[in-house]
């Protein structure tokens, strides 16, 4: 596609279950961010994959949260037992290296908005 | 650590004045590139400027204008004679590095309200 789409757009899960949220990056596009918006707040950064190599992880808050990407595609951020402080804004992100004018300029989906009642 | 702080929680203005949102920023690496994004209503972050440590140059695009300063770390965004379609959340961010790939630390955003 055109852009970097995420679904689902919302998400209302229960306290304990498990979700999972997935990102299509613009076709090509070698390197792919995710992040979480708390309401009110800054993008906190979350985990970060860049072609083969291995992800960086550092921003993952919990060992709940977890993600995999396979090549240059599609990711999926995955929550176990989520709890209600994981009510936020998910976004992803994804750049490309290679374009000599958007050289590495991250561009956004709309996000996934969870919700755990 | 790097860090980047936006001061200014939400702005306020009438339609046709100006506004500058600050942003200063904090890293000990001598490479680095700094970013302003807008949210609009809708949520996407729309991409807006990069700016790279070495290019101290400001930028005008439009009724869009940046003031770079290395010497006060800051990276401040001026619109002239704002619309109501101004109206967002605007995110400052840096990404560490000479490559700019590195994930970016945002600001906590200023909200901007233009009223017609």
């Known amino acids: 596609g055109a852009g970097v789409s995420q679904s689902p757009s919302n998400k209302v899960t229960e306290k304990g279950k498990d979700v999972e949220l997935r990102c299509d990056p613009i076709s090509g596009h070698t390197a792919l961010y995710w992040y979480r918006q708390r309401l009110g707040q800054g993008l906190e950064f979350l985990i970060y994959f860049q072609g083969n190599s291995a992800p960086d992880k550092s921003g993952l808050p919990s060992d709940r949260f977890s993600a995999e990407r396979t090549g240059e595609s599609v990711s999926t951020l995955t929550i176990q037992r989520t709890q209600q402080e994981d009510s936020a804004v998910y976004l992803c992100a994804s750049s490309s290296h290679l374009l000599a004018v958007a050289k590495n300029i991250q561009y956004f989906g709309a996000g996934t908005r969870l919700s755990v009642l | 650590a790097q860090k980047v702080t936006q001061a200014q929680t939400e702005i306020s203005v009438v339609e046709k004045e100006d506004v500058t949102l600050d942003c200063v920023y904090e890293t000990r690496d001598t490479t680095y590139y700094l970013f302003w994004y807008k949210q609009p209503p809708s949520g996407e972050l729309v991409f807006l400027i990069r700016?790279?440590?070495?290019?101290?140059q400001n930028e005008i695009s439009g009724r869009y204008s940046w003031n770079f300063q290395k010497s006060t770390s800051s990276f401040n965004f001026t619109i002239t004679a704002s619309q109501v379609v101004d109206s967002a959340v605007y995110f400052c961010a840096l990404s560490e590095g000479d490559t700019g790939r590195r994930a970016l630390t945002f600001g906590s955003g200023t909200r901007l309200q233009v009223q017609p």
């Open positions: 700016r790279n440590s070495f290019d101290e």
